[in-house]
């Protein structure tokens, strides 16, 4: 059981590149997430989903787009990468949502990504 | 939004002895509140989580308890282990979509 596989683990980008981080869960979890890791402020939410065709923003969803095409996967596309979004960010998918739901996320191990 | 705080930062104890961290949060709406563990190079797994409507809950040497009136929740660790050393963090979800996390605290056990 593979659980949330993120790709690449690793990337270095130029300023304005565009790149797409892929997030494949395989537990047939109706919703994902993405978070962002920064030294010394925790992990914070960038986009969401509660389904297939629906997405919502987080917390800091600026410069970042996600689309929901499968319950499987969830991409986090980055349009024009500055250094700000250096970072380690990380895909968590849960069964179900909501608050009378809500449960235990389960993450993938991140992928680590440097705009130079 | 909602606004997590956690500590403290860092934290050192005994083999053996218990560890304590404390979070507060902002929204008194809040009504689920998760404790995830971080290992270096991995992801966060849950280890305890309680709703609104209990005031403690305990999972073997874990324990969370919360205080709705003041705010704050704390995670208590007792008789402490090396494989506890890691990365901890709190978290406040009044939706159970939208999760705040906490800035985290890193725990080491010295043998």
């Known amino acids: 059981n593979a659980g949330v596989t993120q790709t690449p683990k690793f990337q270095v980008l130029k300023t304005g590149q565009s790149m797409t981080l892929q997030c494949a869960q395989d537990m047939n979890h109706e919703y994902m997430s993405w978070y962002r890791q920064d030294p010394g402020m925790g992990l914070r939410l960038i986009h969401y989903?509660?389904?297939?065709?629906?997405?919502d923003q987080g917390e800091v969803p600026n410069g970042y787009n996600v689309s929901r095409s499968t319950t499987e996967d969830f991409p986090l596309r980055l349009l024009s990468a500055a250094p700000s979004q250096t970072s380690v960010y990380f895909c968590?998918?849960?069964?179900?949502?909501?608050?009378?739901?809500?449960?235990?996320?389960?993450f993938g191990e991140g992928s680590r990504l440097t705009v130079l | 939004g909602e606004n997590v705080e956690q500590h403290p930062s860092t934290l050192s104890v005994q083999e053996g002895d218990s560890a304590v961290i404390k979070c507060t949060y902002s929204d008194s709406a809040s009504n689920y509140f998760p404790w995830y563990k971080q290992e270096l190079g991995k992801g966060p797994q849950l280890i305890i989580d309680i709703r609104s409507n209990v005031g403690e809950k305990k999972d073997q040497r874990i324990a969370v308890t919360l205080n709705k009136t003041a705010k704050h929740f704390s995670l208590h660790i007792t008789e402490t282990q090396p494989e506890d050393s890691a990365v901890y963090f709190c978290?406040?979800?009044?939706?159970?979509?939208?999760?705040?996390f906490g800035t985290g605290t890193s725990l080491t056990v010295i043998p």
């Open positions: 978290a406040a979800s009044r939706t159970g979509n939208q999760f705040y």
């Open positions: 968590a998918s849960s069964y179900d949502s909501g608050l009378a739901a809500a449960g235990e996320l389960f």
């Open positions: 989903s509660v389904g297939a065709g629906i997405t």
